[in-house]
């Protein structure tokens, strides 16, 4: 394989730093079809254009865009409750598939003794149940930053330089890797090498151009890192 001149920069990565959701779990629908049915339930239809606003926030931030859209009326605790309930049902049940090229990557980047990070917007405990229901084993991963650790959540750029804090590495000799909007404006707006992977839905310009590379799969990454 032939490496472009650009493409270089993305071997030359001293870390790297991953999203969960929607970039190295296949969450999204979970969540999805959770809050969606936990909304639907309570009179509050969500349909899929504002759904899509609210991936690769912190739950207090898709929270907060909740009541904006609907109202003070909306009823959150017991909507909260629901999909909380809806979720766990469904990762218990169905387990959650990781996405495709991940663990090829992760070994990969161990073998190159090259640290990982993991810079989520969920919290600790979705975390966890995540990972678990998952079949992914936390210790794979030098740092994991949950959504509570940082300040602001996605699209500000405070997760993602927490984890470059906790790595000990230079924001801008880490490759960043999100599948959302938010997540690549985060990663960019720190300084990263900020690598697209989309999900359910496709990139906005915005996105697209803050991006270092919009590609189509972890095996893409992986390509890149080692030709």
């Given at each position: 394989m032939t490496v472009r001149l650009a493409d270089a920069v993305i071997l030359d990565a001293d870390a790297v730093v991953l999203d969960m959701d929607g970039l190295m779990l296949d969450t999204e629908c979970l969540y999805k079809?959770?809050?969606?049915?936990?909304?639907?339930?309570?009179?509050?239809?969500?349909?899929?254009?504002?759904?899509?606003?609210?991936?690769?926030?912190?739950?207090?931030?898709?929270?907060?865009?909740?009541?904006?859209?609907?109202?003070?009326?909306?009823?959150?605790?017991?909507?909260?409750?629901?999909?909380?309930?809806?979720?766990?049902?469904?990762?218990?049940?169905?387990?959650?598939?990781?996405?495709?090229?991940?663990?090829?990557?992760?070994?990969?980047?161990?073998?190159?003794?090259?640290?990982?990070?993991?810079?989520?917007?969920?919290?600790?405990?979705?975390?966890?149940?995540?990972?678990?229901?998952?079949?992914?084993?936390?210790?794979?991963?030098?740092?994991?930053?949950?959504?509570?650790?940082?300040?602001?959540?996605?699209?500000?750029p405070d997760i993602y330089l927490e984890a470059a804090r906790r790595l000990g590495v230079n924001p801008a000799r880490c490759l960043a890797l999100d599948d959302s909007d938010a997540g690549i404006l985060s990663a960019s707006g720190a300084g990263m090498i900020s690598v697209l992977v989309p999900d359910l839905i496709p990139p906005s310009p915005a996105a697209r151009q803050r991006a270092f590379r919009v590609l189509a799969s972890l095996y893409e990454v992986l390509s890149l890192m080692n030709p």
């Open positions: 079809r959770a809050w969606q049915k936990a909304a639907s339930n309570l009179g509050f239809p969500l349909d899929d254009s504002f759904y899509f606003t609210l991936i690769g926030r912190t739950n207090d931030a898709q929270e907060i865009a909740l009541v904006e859209h609907f109202g003070a009326d909306f009823p959150m605790p017991a909507f909260r409750e629901q999909w909380a309930n809806l979720w766990r049902q469904d990762a218990e049940t169905s387990g959650i598939p990781l996405k495709p090229g991940l663990l090829e990557l992760l070994g990969y980047l161990a073998a190159q003794n090259i640290p990982v990070a993991v810079a989520t917007s969920s919290d600790r405990e979705y975390v966890g149940l995540s990972f678990k229901a998952a079949g992914l084993d936390t210790r794979m991963f030098a740092h994991i930053v949950t959504g509570e650790q940082g300040a602001n959540s996605k699209p500000a």
